[in-house]
């Protein structure tokens, strides 16, 4: 997972709950990511990272269709986001 800061709300919350489980929009912990994200001293940065690349999960309080519309008005094209393994 994208590392930026040990200053982050989500700093030791259990990944899955950024995930779904059929990779829609759609998150069953809505409330609880709102929690953890919005008051979050690093949430620009964390948005920055899936504004600028292809990536789902729920990043920097937005969802997947939310960042859509952000890059759209932003007239952001997103990079995909290539893992070297090794």
């Given at each position: ?26 998150y ?5 990511l ?16 899936p ?29 995909p986001?290539?893992?070297d393994?090794?």
């Amino acid at each position: 997972m994208y590392t930026f800061s040990d200053t982050a709300n989500c700093e030791g919350t259990d990944p899955e709950i950024f995930f779904t489980q059929d990779r829609s929009s759609t998150y069953t912990e809505v409330l609880a990511l709102k929690r953890i994200c919005g008051n979050c001293a690093v949430v620009k940065e964390c948005l920055d990272h899936p504004l600028r690349h292809q990536v789902m999960e729920y990043w920097g309080n937005t969802n997947e269709i939310q960042r859509k519309m952000m890059r759209k008005k932003l007239n952001i094209i997103p990079r995909p986001l290539h893992m070297d393994y090794k």
